[in-house]
């Protein structure tokens, strides 16, 4: 096949835990794939490495998602690369618990920089950038609707992803592109895990009826829907996906 025909998808943060997950995916469903990562080239070769091995295709490209100049840069390869770009998947985020009275400014600031603004740089991008038809998936959580202690801020940045979710679906009027934004409950994945105790972890995936936490592949399983095509009907919505936590 030639790839300048195909689908393309951008995933971000696309090195590891969900966003490894999404990437192999979705080039199991057929798109190509730019495997974006901030830090860890050796971490997203290896997904590129497993998505090739498997029969998909994939490449790597560096971006931190916080800088427009590099979001613009990983727009470009896509573009020169492949052609252009069919779907942007904004998987890239950190996360920082403490108590408002505590929480450090640095941590916010980086909260911010990279949950918020670097969703924001790739949307601002994929609104002039994206081809006719495409998606937008961007990552929420699901601890906007639990509002727990010690998640204010990280809850904070996400309310902004599904506010930018819902104004962008409307601003992209005429273009059948889609907007939606993915909200994972509690997932056993390398940055929940990480600093809780068994017994936290436990209790955690007890919130569900279903008594478990959620997959990486759960998640992904989300993501491909609304990015393929039984997904074009949903515009400018939030998909909790969090095995009925709330």
Do not use: H
Request: zero cysteines.
């Amino acid at each position: 096949m030639n790839v300048k025909n195909s689908r393309i998808a951008i995933v971000t943060g696309a090195s590891r835990g969900i966003g490894a997950a999404v990437a192999k995916r979705l080039a199991s469903d057929g798109f190509t794939v730019l495997v974006n990562y901030s830090g860890s080239a050796q971490a997203a070769e290896a997904v590129v490495r497993e998505i090739e091995t498997a029969g998909g295709r994939a490449i790597s490209a560096q971006a931190d998602v916080a800088n427009a100049a590099d979001v613009r840069r990983l727009f470009d390869t896509a573009e020169e690369v492949y052609g252009g770009v069919d779907v942007l998947v904004n998987n890239a985020g950190v996360m920082a618990l403490a108590p408002v009275a505590e929480l450090k400014d640095e941590d916010f600031d980086r909260l911010f920089a990279i949950n918020v603004k670097g969703s924001y740089n790739t949307m601002r991008e994929a609104a002039t950038r994206l081809r006719e038809g495409g998606r937008i998936v961007n990552f929420s959580s699901s601890v906007v609707a639990l509002l727990q202690p010690g998640y204010a801020a990280y809850a904070a940045t996400k309310a902004a992803i599904e506010a930018t979710t819902m104004v962008l679906a409307r601003e992209l009027r005429g273009r059948y592109i889609t907007v939606n934004a993915i909200a994972p409950g509690p997932t056993g994945t390398d940055l929940f895990l990480d600093g809780k105790s068994p017994e936290l972890v436990d209790r955690l995936a007890k919130l569900s009826p279903l008594e478990r936490l959620g997959t990486p592949d759960d998640i992904a399983a989300a993501v491909a829907f609304l990015a393929g095509p039984d997904g074009g009907w949903i515009n400018g919505q939030v998909l909790r996906a969090n095995g009925g936590v709330v």
